[in-house]
């Protein structure tokens, strides 16, 4: 491990908040990896350790699970699971939870797999069958797993049931993701009787997670009005399912002994804490606070991550072009899945070119004064996204850059 979050003098630079003054902030961060080339991804190490032990101040004491999607670098993975009250990793696909499961030794994979070698793999190895949990929500996954390699040919796969938290409103129609089909009490004590008669696999747990609540922001930037009514759609999503989860985990506890129940997000914890049902919640994208957590009322976690890009030309007196930054974040398409413009400040982007592959024209008041080799910072709209576009992110204590931390892409991986 790097770095300990814990450290006494981490804590007391981190309490500081730094990043509270723009100016210092950035230019610490830009002077620190100014010996790196563009583009750099910087994690600051204070805005880390705050960002975690709010996370922790937020969870009231429940288990904090990892996602590891949001993250995507094995020694930050490393260090937080070191703080207390962290513990196992909600990853996002089987190949990664089986390579993760070397050094991990508890690991749910968040959705269902039909990666054919990533099962036999799994299967073929004892040890990451006891640390791997699979989710599934319907027979027919099953039937998959077994077709790869029977049941009497491999140990016991662990798994997971995943219970939709979406809200099936009269009014409104489906509001959430599209995740498991099944709704009701009685779909998810059914389902598990249905695992129960079956060779080769072990009920480990629960999970339902409620992306309408966790996964949008409360309070978008600009837009009071739309504020009030997502804070209306939320409040009523989540009164209807908190019974509705209640029941369905009381009606599986009836027949099968649980060892966890996950539930919740970032943007959802305390709302998931309360309702007293979970044994932990998940947390990921809080770690590094990309910008679209700036459109939530309750919480302001520390920009930990961010990326800079080099000026390379100048296409006239207004315009600074940067090469690179086309790194939309994934969801629907829209302004707000564009990197932001953080530093210098007053830049915003060419109307008809925006973020690009290849190069990013800004235009505004600090774009006239800006000169080749200059540098403009920005931030992901999604967390661990970035880590998919560099090979190492470059750690930053105290103004001081460490040696880089190398993604998964570094190590060679790219699971999604």
Known sequence: ???????????????????????????????????????????????????????????????????????????????????PGYSGVLGYSLAEAVWLSETIDDIVVAYPTADRAAIAALAADPRAAERVTLMVDSAEQLDLIDSVVAPSKRPNIRLCLDFDAS???????????????????????????????????????????????????????GKPAAGVVMRAMQR???????????????????????????????????RTVAEGSMTEVAAGSGLFGPHLFDNYRDFSPAPAVAFALDVVRRPNAETATLLGGGWIASGPAGADRLPQLVWPEGLRYAPREAAGEVQSPVVGAAASRMRPGDRVWLRHTKSGEPMEHGNAVVPVTGGVAGEPLLTYRGEGKCFL
């Not at 598990?192 to 409360?218: K, N, P």
């Not at 999503?237 to 009836?254: D, F, G, K, M």
Request: glycine fraction near 8%.
């Open 167 to 221: 809200w099936r409103s009269k009014a409104l129609g489906h509001i959430g993701v599209f995740r498991s089909p099944i709704h009701t009490a009685t779909g998810l004590r059914d389902f598990a009787q249905h695992i129960l008669g079956r060779q080769g696999f072990t009920i480990a747990g629960v999970m339902s997670y409620e992306a309408q609540i966790a996964g949008v922001g409360d309070d978008p930037v």
């Open 1 to 83: 491990m790097t770095f300990d979050l814990a450290a006494p003098q981490l804590r007391a630079a981190a309490d500081a908040q730094p990043w509270l003054d723009p100016a210092r902030y950035w230019d610490a961060l830009d002077q620190a990896t100014r010996g790196h080339s563009a583009p750099v991804i910087a994690l600051s190490v204070e805005a880390l350790s705050y960002n975690a032990h709010d996370l922790l101040r937020r969870a009231g004491g429940l288990s904090i699970r990892v996602a590891s999607k949001s993250v995507r670098v094995r020694e930050v993975l490393d260090a937080v699971l070191a703080l």
């Open 236 to 270: 009523a999503s989540h009164s209807e399912l908190i019974e509705r989860r209640a029941e369905a985990l009381a009606a599986v506890r009836e027949i099968v002994d649980l060892e966890f129940v996950n539930g919740g997000g970032t943007g959802s914890i305390e």
